[in-house]
């Protein structure tokens, strides 16, 4: 059972649940970080963008920023001409997404009940 101690603790801004799931619960960091695990190798940036296609070149860098400054992902570079640079997953990102599995296949399982739903709401409202 949820204690009034426990909401508060959830609700204050350093809360370490919030503090985290802020940063991962955004838009396109998941789908970043499943398409590094899906395709089990580094990804240059262009092969990101490619496997997320509605995804802007300047909202890519910065989530791949942020999950960099998470320890989420590694950028790294090699010294050729031209540069190349490759993103893959860290240990700290691979136990993120194992535990995301079930959210993921949930979603997945239950995905067209939703749209249902959607559309079922939808139709009640207009």
Request: charged share 25%.
């Amino acid at each position: 059972m949820i204690q009034t101690t426990d909401i508060q603790d959830i609700m204050f801004p350093a809360c370490p649940v919030r503090n985290v799931l802020a940063r991962v619960g955004d838009k396109w960091s998941l789908l970043i970080m499943h398409s590094m695990v899906a395709a089990g190798q580094p990804l240059r940036f262009s092969a990101l963008q490619r496997s997320i296609p509605d995804i802007s070149q300047k909202m890519l860098t910065a989530t791949l920023r942020a999950l960099e400054e998470d320890g989420l992902v590694v950028r790294t570079v090699y010294p050729e001409v031209p540069p190349r640079v490759e993103y893959h997953l860290t240990a700290r990102g691979v136990s993120f997404m194992e535990a995301c599995k079930p959210m993921v296949q949930w979603a997945l399982d239950h995905l067209a009940e939703i749209l249902k739903d959607r559309e079922r709401h939808r139709g009640k409202r207009r």
